[in-house]
């Protein structure tokens, strides 16, 4: 290339830059500063969805594919300026969501405005594929005491967990811990977590108290002489922040950090998915793990004993349901969750007590059985496909295992001389 | 040609300017050669490319696009590129599209010629197989293969590149020269800012294969262009 066909190259680049300086303004203007997190009310946000077309061909050969596309990301941009001119709205950001095919934009609904009827008005749009309030969620246990704990966790008696890691530690399996905050260098965390992703933007990323919680039920390290062991310890722990401590031991997430999470959760191939909270029902969350469990993830959620189905999303169609065995639900199943030791923030540990923790306790259970199982998920799942239950609905954890391994797991020598166990033909009666 | 490009900003005027159409985008690009499947249709002269693209809710969608040519040197042309085809996505994800172009150089209808395609995509990567009965004209039949991926580095910043390989099938016209298949790679940054889009990559191409003019031009160069869309 010339000295002259590089300048007349670079006087073109700066040409357009030059009309970018004089039409952005218009297509940023509704582009907002970000408020302080103690201004910002959740509640008042809307989420709006519009239809991201697939990738497709293009004539300029120099298109990569993907839904980075300008041109469209624009033309949706110039849409949503539109509409939220037209409904008195103001677009605070915007993240696209590929895994479900569609662009997400929040916007900020005036105090006067009811969100939930503006997203309905919205929704009612050609233009719109659907339109939501944004929805807070909560996680759904409490810390119940502040002492150190040495060897007390439920799982360790009632699961066997020794005897469930001679035959599998959830090696290689990752596990998405959907969840507060998890401090990474917890001596019982260390080297656990292998990504880590912060997905609430309005708040600084810190170790809190619930997701450390879960994350060390799920995959504390074990033999390292100190705290507890996780129900499986070589999963690989995603810890993904789509929830905040808003002041402890309270934790709160919404709609988008959790739609932000779940797809950073697919985009990883986690095999399975913790979400230990539950809140409204919610339609692009309900999408998202969809589109996970399409691509074999298994979906594990703390079911709310208040709500008659477990509340949302313990009642989605193959959500697996875990209430605390201080708890009864005819539609979950009941794992360990009251005065359950695990990591917390500070490089600490006490006991917790909730669905939450019950269901980090399944989630490490099925990091087992994909070890034993890796295809286990590849077709509709139940809890009854995956994990065996005893008559009240509690975990079998070694008769899971058994059945995943297709071999006596527990107690394996007294029940041969007994002429009984936990093998595959034994199990198959539960 | 000045009618040509008054005609299409006058049809984006006209689109962007009424009620906001969710689908409808265009582009504005220039770069620093005109590479078309590795091979300079500019004289490796700076070119520029106009493009419109309206998606369909359906998955159907449809574009053309503009592009200041020079298949032989001073012999100037416009390439005018119309292109419709429908993708759907797959539960994994995937998706797959099918389509056709066609191709009219202003000047000299006999480049004019039609492409059939088909691909699998991903959010990422994508596959191609295009098939030209007439390719440029030249009596030649050829498919043309190729693989896309692109990799993000930061919110702004990519990765990204492109491999293909124009292999002749038959035709009327097929010399010795013809018969080669010609395979062409394209690799670089991208960085998105806004409204815009710089690319810079090293595109080359091996030589052989039907053209529609004798390339003298060098096999592997770099290249720079921006994007701008509306």
Request: net charge neutral; glycine share 8%; aromatic share 6%.
């Amino acid at each position: 290339m010339t000295t002259v066909r590089l300048a007349k190259l670079l006087a073109a680049v700066v040409a357009i830059i030059v009309v970018i300086l004089l039409v952005a303004p218009a297509v940023f203007a509704a582009e907002v500063k970000p408020a302080e997190p103690s201004e910002i009310d959740e509640t008042q946000r809307i989420l709006v969805l519009l239809d991201m077309p697939a990738p497709h061909f293009r004539p300029d050969g120099n298109y990569a594919g993907g839904y980075a596309d300008p041109a469209a990301r624009s033309a949706r941009r110039r849409t949503v300026n539109a509409l939220a001119r037209s409904y008195g709205l103001r677009l605070v950001t915007d993240w696209p969501l590929p895994a479900l095919g569609v662009d997400c934009f929040v916007l900020d609904v005036p105090a006067a405005q009811r969100p939930d009827e503006v997203a309905e008005r919205l929704s009612r749009e050609p233009r719109v594929a659907w339109a939501q309030p944004m929805n807070v969620f909560k996680p759904q246990g409490r810390a119940t005491h502040d002492d150190a704990l040495f060897g007390l966790q439920p799982a360790a008696r009632e699961w066997q967990l020794a005897q469930l890691h001679a035959a599998a530690t959830g090696r290689g399996v990752r596990v998405a811990v959907i969840d507060s905050g998890v401090q990474r260098d917890h001596p019982d965390l260390a080297g656990q977590v292998a990504l880590s992703a912060n997905f609430v933007a309005d708040h600084p990323e810190a170790a809190e108290l619930h997701g450390t919680a879960v994350a060390g039920i799920v995959a504390a390290r074990a033999d390292n002489r100190v705290g507890i062991v996780g129900v499986a310890p070589q999963a690989e722990l995603l810890a993904l922040r789509g929830c905040w401590q808003s002041s402890a031991p309270d934790t709160r997430c919404t709609s988008l950090s959790l739609a932000l999470a779940l797809h950073k959760a697919i985009e990883s191939g986690a095999q399975v998915v913790n979400l230990s909270l539950g809140g409204p029902a919610d339609r692009l969350l309900q999408r998202l793990i969809e589109s996970a469990q399409a691509r074999g993830a298994l979906v594990v959620a703390a079911a709310d004993r208040g709500q008659p189905r477990g509340g949302f999303p313990a009642d989605l169609a193959n959500v697996i349901a875990v209430v605390d065995d201080g708890s009864a639900l005819p539609t979950a199943i009941v794992a360990p969750g009251t005065d359950v030791p695990t990591t917390l923030p500070g490089s600490r540990w006490a006991t917790v007590t909730g669905s939450s923790y019950a269901a980090a306790h399944v989630s490490g259970l099925l990091a087992l059985v994909l070890e034993l199982r890796p295809g286990i998920a590849a077709s509709p799942t139940n809890a009854a496909d995956v994990i065996a239950l005893r008559a009240d609905r509690r975990v079998d954890a070694c008769a899971s295992i058994a059945r995943a391994a297709q071999r006596c797991v527990c107690d394996c020598e007294q029940a041969a001389a007994a002429g009984s166990g936990n093998s595959a033909d034994s199990i198959a009666r539960h | 040609m000045r009618r040509t490009i008054r005609t299409a900003l006058a049809m984006i005027a006209l689109l962007l300017g009424g009620t906001a159409q969710a689908q409808l985008g265009a582009t504005l690009s220039v770069e620093s050669d005109y590479r078309f499947r590795g091979v300079s249709l500019s004289d490796s002269k700076p070119a520029w490319r106009l493009t419109l693209n309206h998606d369909f809710v359906s998955g159907a969608y449809a574009g053309a696009s503009a592009t200041r040519v020079e298949l032989a040197r001073d012999d100037h042309y416009s390439q005018l590129v119309g292109y419709a085809g429908y993708v759907t996505r797959l539960s994994s994800g995937r998706s797959v599209e099918f389509g056709a172009s066609f191709s009219h150089f202003t000047g000299d209808a006999s480049y004019d010629y039609l492409e059939a395609y088909a691909g699998l995509l991903a959010e990422r990567w994508g596959l191609r197989v295009h098939f030209a009965p007439d390719y440029f004209g030249r009596g030649v039949r050829v498919a043309y293969v190729d693989a896309n991926a692109h990799w993000p580095l930061t919110d702004n910043l990519r990765l990204f590149g492109h491999a293909g390989a124009l292999v002749p099938l038959g035709g009327r016209s097929f010399s010795a020269d013809d018969r080669r298949t010609r395979t062409d790679l394209r690799l670089g940054l991208g960085m998105s800012a806004g409204l815009l889009d710089v690319q810079l990559a090293w595109v080359g191409a091996t030589r052989g294969g039907p053209y529609p003019a004798v390339y003298t031009g060098r096999r592997g160069t770099w290249q720079l262009s921006a994007l701008l869309s509306f």
